[in-house]
């Protein structure tokens, strides 16, 4: 796990020059941070993670395959003076996640996610497009929709969902660059569904479960979505 606080004032500062901010304001900085994790730690970049806004300073949490050390060095052999600074490549700190947790294990988690299905068109996935989960069954309510959705993806990652709590729910926009290299807005003038979920879990394939917490839940993961944030039951 890393953990890093980057200086806000900064990093609107690179994020705008860098043609990484919408010009209305209108984002939660999920792909400025994106690119600003890329342009210091380039392949390195971690995946998942997630913007803690409510630290003092805010700070960004993500897992990673690489230590502080690993990531701090190639950042100050490579990355621009203006991106250092905005990430305050000083706090950079990391801590071993433990190896397996074992099956039975019960633990608290808090989750941000994008619940969004992916549906083929007439059996071809290359003219697959993604939807709302709540579009694929508008008559159940939205919170039970998106609670399933994330529970078949924690059944999927070697654990099952003993309690669930939508703690809040809100659209927000999703910018990805078009073929000029410019911020397009996608999924519609009102955004996508954007769950914040806790509850317990319980472990039952304990491999499984390493490589949900490495990987993330849903899509989105490398915009500030699906990070697994856990603590004791």
């Known amino acids: 796990m890393l ?6 004032m900064r990093l609107a500062r690179w994020a705008k020059s860098n043609g990484v901010l919408p010009r209305d304001g209108d984002d939660d900085l999920g792909y400025a941070l994106h690119a600003l994790l890329a342009a210091n730690f380039g392949a390195l970049a971690p995946k998942p993670f997630s913007l803690q806004p409510q630290n003092r300073p805010p700070a960004i949490l993500a897992y990673a395959e690489n230590d ?9 052999e490579f990355a621009l003076p203006d991106a250092l600074r905005a990430i305050n490549i000083e706090s950079l700190d990391s801590k071993r996640m433990p190896e397996t947790f ?5 633990l608290g988690f808090t989750v941000r996610v994008r619940p ?3 549906t083929d ?8 497009r993604e939807i709302d989960a709540f579009e694929t069954a508008p008559d159940m309510p939205r919170a039970k929709v998106y609670g399933d959705w994330l529970k078949r993806r924690m059944a999927e990652g070697g654990c099952v969902v003993a309690t669930l709590t939508l703690a809040g729910l809100q659209r927000t926009p999703v910018f990805r660059r078009d073929r000029d290299r410019g911020l397009r807005r996608i999924g519609g ?4 569904p954007d769950a914040m979920f806790s509850g317990i879990l319980q472990v039952t394939e304990p491999e499984k479960f390493h490589g949900l917490l490495a ?4 899509r989105h993961r490398a915009f500030g979505f699906g990070m697994l944030l856990l603590r004791p039951a």
């Open 3 to 8: 953990q890093m606080a980057p200086d806000m």
């Open 68 to 76: 502080a050390e690993t990531l701090r060095t190639h950042a100050l």
């Open 102 to 106: 074992a099956a039975g294990r019960e």
């Open 116 to 118: 969004m299905v992916r």
């Open 121 to 128: 068109r007439d059996g071809n996935r290359n003219r697959a």
């Open 189 to 192: 003038a009102q955004g996508g």
């Open 215 to 218: 990987r993330g839940v849903g």
